[in-house]
């Protein structure tokens, strides 16, 4: 019976070889997208699924309780904070720090063979850590001891791929690298460990890991002491003792923070809490939106999923529509069958083994797109996803099992339909479309253009949105910004020599330094508070340190007061210039009447000052996302604290531009290579992840309308071939072509509108929900919807007039003598 089924099934789709193809083509385009989807989602859900401790493993994090303002949660606590925890209670057995060398995009790392000349690479992904790290995280060793590798002041630990780059199929343990970063100073490094990457994710990317002791930053944390109140940026991780309840763990955590932290806190005018997050949930955490790496979105991942649902939906969709839409073609057989004594039952098993057919070949043909479109994808979304047929052989049955799903449904309707038909009316040849019937084809047709015009709509905001990220005013110039970082100590030294020959040529406007620019983190802040308040009172502030010409080369306008300058000695150390919103949140009345005001700050029980000079306009020191908050400039004298030079060039080809800093930067450092980037486009990688939501989404977008357009398209076809016999009657009548083609084409452009009419609010909800994570957007306006409107309305005309023109210039001699 089944062999006898799936002849029949065959015959079928070859008899009908056109709508078998639309439909088995649309089945596979559906079932692609959500194989890529798919493969996408359980990458995004299996972040340190391969740590042997990650059920026990967690993350400390800080909820930082102000007066007047909504807690804020955040992953990062004090130095001091691990070995507290480790001391105060027996449930853990491990504890470590992690510090990401964040103030660096990379990291200049040099290697000189003792037989051979200095080598230099830029590696990103440093991080800086305890000794207990790889106790408690699971690393794939395959040089070193991973228990040992971080015990030594002065080690470091490797990826392969890091060794291989630098030592080529050498061993690299125990050779020395010389590793400069901005956060931890020059420092010599013994290799005591290389280790393998896995091919499953982790929120700890990491290429190379540095021992905390020994480096620039155990020197600066060595003066600081034991303060819980400042200094939270590291992260702490702890490994609790199997069978350790988390949560009554945490709930100890008031009495943690009232013995250890407290008086720290009281002294900062500050309060917080500790709480525990599990590596595990940490890259789908909804109350973390920063960590080592950014977490995913829940909403991100909520789109890409509903847009896989709904593609493979409007597939279905399709297939119904044409299977009922033939049904005349197919009534003849169902009489006759039931005739014959064949039950309603075996009909639809019949019917549905036809669908499961049909989807299983589009099955195959899916897999084989999945393959080939997967390093595509990966480019899309900036991932590293790997389908093994031999790993991921549960996640193919898995795709197999959805494919029979999709067969049962996309077959269901037309199953029970076409096995429901009357023998009697079907043989006299009475059987016509009943309303119920044309209604629902209708209905479908309307669903399946809802879902793409609102992700049509959804396109063109994120479009628009990244397109005023793009252009929208910062308040500073990014444009020809030359941004050259200085690293080691030996550039720190030459700055001024650089800075002067840059400055003497007529290509360039102005050159400034500073150990931070807008786009990249800045982890130096200060709360501040005016006369007549206390650290109760005080603002947080964001704080640069530049030099006298680095407000003028971003040409960061002044509002009141002066900018700093080379005529005001004074101004180094007790003289600050703040913003707009600085002066908002500490109370002072105007910008005006800022200028000459003291502002305080209270260190280690002791209160220090320094007067407004100054007040720039507000501009973007972070992405569109955040807020503008309280910024400070102040000018230092410690030339060590520059970590970048800016160079302002004139309009025109930066090549000689470069050139001539490039011959400059080797005049006068030649121990280290140089590198440059711009400014405006390092200020754009803050926006890669919403780039990539604007590409997956406008190419599912584009997927989801060609498979409405290939069901459309054959119900066109469908509808013409119906028609033929009155297309011809009209045609000897007089009727024009235009008339024809219309009368085709009215009654499905009429399901378009009323599809936009209905997907429009909807995608109006969706899209400003996504506006939201943006503090300052594009406001949706009616043009988007007339845009769409416009798009859907073409799209339909193209799909249905191709055959509705087709049909109208038929010739009607040939139509009639057919009939």
């Known amino acids: 019976m089944i062999k006898s089924y799936i002849k029949i099934a065959w015959r079928s789709m070859m008899k009908n070889k056109f709508f078998s193809i639309v439909n088995i083509f649309g089945l596979a385009v559906g079932l692609t997208c959500c194989m890529l989807i798919a493969l996408y989602l359980h990458y995004e859900t299996s972040y340190d699924n391969y740590h042997k401790n990650i059920d026990n493993l967690y993350q400390v994090g800080t909820t930082n309780i102000k007066k007047g303002e909504k807690d804020d949660k955040a992953p990062y606590t004090s130095p001091p904070v691990s070995a507290a925890l480790k001391q105060e209670f027996p449930e853990i057995t491990a504890s470590t720090r992690l510090l990401n060398l964040f103030t660096d995009d990379v990291n200049l790392v040099q290697y000189a063979p003792a037989n051979g000349d200095k080598k230099s690479f830029l590696e990103g992904h440093g991080f800086l850590a ?156 909804k109350d973390l939106t920063s960590n080592v790496t950014a977490p995913a979105s829940r909403t991100y991942l909520f789109i890409l999923a509903s847009i896989a649902l709904f593609t493979l939906l409007i597939a279905c969709i399709n297939f119904m529509n044409l299977s009922t839409a033939r049904s005349s073609k197919r009534s ?101 479309n009943s309303l119920a019937v044309v209604s629902i084809r209708k209905g479908l047709v309307i669903f399946q253009f809802i879902i793409s015009v609102v992700l049509i709509i959804a396109s063109v905001v994120i479009a628009r949105q990244m397109n005023y990220m793009r252009t929208a005013d910062l308040g500073f110039a990014k444009d020809q ?121 209270d260190l280690q029980g002791k209160q220090y000052s320094t007067q407004i000079v100054g007040v720039v306009k507000d501009f973007h020191y972070e992405d569109l996302h955040s807020p503008v908050t309280p910024y400070g400039f102040q000018l230092v004298a410690d030339k060590s604290q520059y970590n970048y030079l800016i160079v302002h060039a004139k309009s025109g080809n930066m090549t000689p531009v470069l050139k001539m800093i490039e011959n400059l930067w ?49 119900l066109a076809a469908f509808s013409a071939e119906q028609r033929t016999k009155e297309i011809g009657v009209r045609k000897v009548l007089g009727a024009s072509v235009s008339t024809i083609v219309s009368l085709l084409s009215i009654d499905f452009l009429k399901l378009i509108i009323v599809s936009i009419i209905i997907a429009s609010p909807i995608a109006w909800w969706a899209m400003d929900k996504w506006l939201r994570g943006f503090a300052y957007r594009k406001p949706i306006d009616w043009t988007i919807f007339a845009y769409t409107t416009i798009i859907a309305i073409i799209i339909g005309v193209l799909t249905i007039g191709s055959q509705a023109l087709k049909a109208a210039v038929a010739n009607p001699v040939k139509s009639l003598r057919s009939e």
């Open 130 to 285: 305890d000794s207990s790290f790889f106790k408690m995280f699971t690393y794939n060793f395959i040089e070193g001891n991973a228990h040992i590798a971080l015990a030594n002041p002065n080690s470091a630990v490797i990826s392969e791929t890091m060794a291989k780059k630098i030592f080529g199929d050498q061993p690299a343990i125990n050779k020395v690298l010389h590793i400069s970063s901005n956060m931890n100073a020059d420092n010599d490094y013994t290799i005591t460990g290389v280790f393998r990457p896995v091919n499953s994710p982790s929120h700890i990317d990491a290429n190379f890991f540095l021992s905390f002791a020994g480096g620039g930053m155990d020197k600066y944390l060595q003066k600081q002491g034991n303060d819980f109140a400042r200094n939270n940026m590291f992260y702490t991780y702890i490994l609790l003792k199997p069978g350790t309840n988390a949560a009554r763990l945490e709930s100890k955590f008031a009495y943690f923070v009232k013995k250890y932290e407290a008086n720290d806190l009281k002294r900062m005018g500050r309060n917080k809490k500790q709480f525990l997050a599990s590596v595990k949930d940490i890259h789908l955490s």
């Open 332 to 432: 003849s057989e169902v009489g006759i069958r039931k005739v014959l004594g064949a039950e309603k039952s075996s009909l639809i098993r019949q019917f549905l083994g036809e669908s499961v057919l049909t989807t299983f070949i589009a099955f195959l043909i899916a897999v084989l797109f999945t393959v080939l479109l997967l390093p595509v994808f990966n480019q899309v979304s900036g991932k590293q996803i790997i389908l093994s047929f031999a790993a991921d052989k549960f996640l193919f049955l898995y795709f197999l099992l959805m494919a029979l799903v999709t067969g049962l449904i996309a077959g269901s309707y037309p199953a029970f339909y076409l096995s429901s038909f009357n023998p009697v009316k079907v043989l006299k040849g009475k059987l016509t």
């Open 481 to 601: 910004q030359i941004v050259i970082p200085l690293r080691t100590n030996d550039s720190k030294a030459v700055y001024g020599a650089l800075k002067n020959g840059t400055k003497s040529s007529t290509q360039i406007i102005s050159v400034g330094a500073s150990a931070y620019y807008p786009g990249i983190t800045n982890p130096s802040d200060a709360v501040f508070y005016r006369d007549g308040q206390s650290m109760n009172d005080a603002k947080h502030t964001r704080l640069n340190y530049v030099d006298e010409d680095f407000l003028r080369t971003l040409d960061i306008k002044a509002v009141s007061g002066r900018l700093f300058s080379a005529q005001f000695k004074s101004d180094t150390g007790n003289r600050i210039i703040v913003n707009e919103t600085a002066v908002k949140e500490l109370g002072l009345a105007t910008p005006q009447k800022a200028i000459g005001q003291n502002i305080h700050y």
């Open 666 to 714: 080797h005049k006068y450092d030649q121990n280290d290579p140089f590198e440059y980037n711009f400014l405006d486009e390092q200020f754009q990688k803050n926006y890669d992840a919403d780039n990539r939501l604007a590409a997956i989404v406008g190419y599912f977008t584009i997927i989801a309308i060609l498979i409405s357009c290939l069901g459309l398209f054959g």
